[in-house]
Nanobody, 123 residues
Framework: QVHLVESGGGLVRPGDSLRLSCAVSGRTFDSYAVGWFRQAPGKEREFVAAISGSGTVRNYKESVKGRFTISRDNAKNTVYLEMDSLKPEDTAIYYC????????????????WGQGTQVTVFS
């Protein structure tokens, strides 16, 4: 019964920034760890970033460290992914996932998934 809706994707140039949003339904939003994943054409889905329910613990894919920032606003039931210094290799459909288990989120086995939002970075 948890629904996730991603938004904020778009077409940008290298070096530009985007902020993705993941709106999550539920009365116990702060009990859910939320992660961002992406899937590029012809590639497997990969982990990008995750945040604990409290927002105090964050994890990132190594290649996005220093460029991407995950955060959450529990009052708005929303998780954000601020993406700076975007590169062409960041092009993908970005999905968010949620689960009460942070381990499940990190492993890509989160129970709930959104439909994705397209991020395209072109030169």
């Amino acid at each position: 019964q948890v629904h996730l809706v991603e938004s904020g994707g778009g077409l940008v140039r290298p070096g530009d920034s985007l902020r993705l949003s993941c709106a999550v339904s539920g009365r116990t939003f702060d009990s859910y760890a939320v992660g961002w994943f992406r899937q590029a054409p012809g590639k497997e889905r990969e982990f990008v970033a995750a945040i604990s329910g409290s927002g105090t613990v964050r994890n990132y894919k190594e290649s996005v460290k220093g460029r991407f920032t995950i955060s959450r606003d529990n009052a708005k039931n929303t998780v954000y992914l601020e993406m700076d210094s975007l590169k062409p290799e960041d092009t993908a459909i970005y999905y968010c996932a949620a689960d009460r288990s942070a381990i499940s989120v990190l492993s890509g086995s989160g129970t709930y998934w959104g439909q994705g939002t397209q991020v395209t970075v072109f030169s």
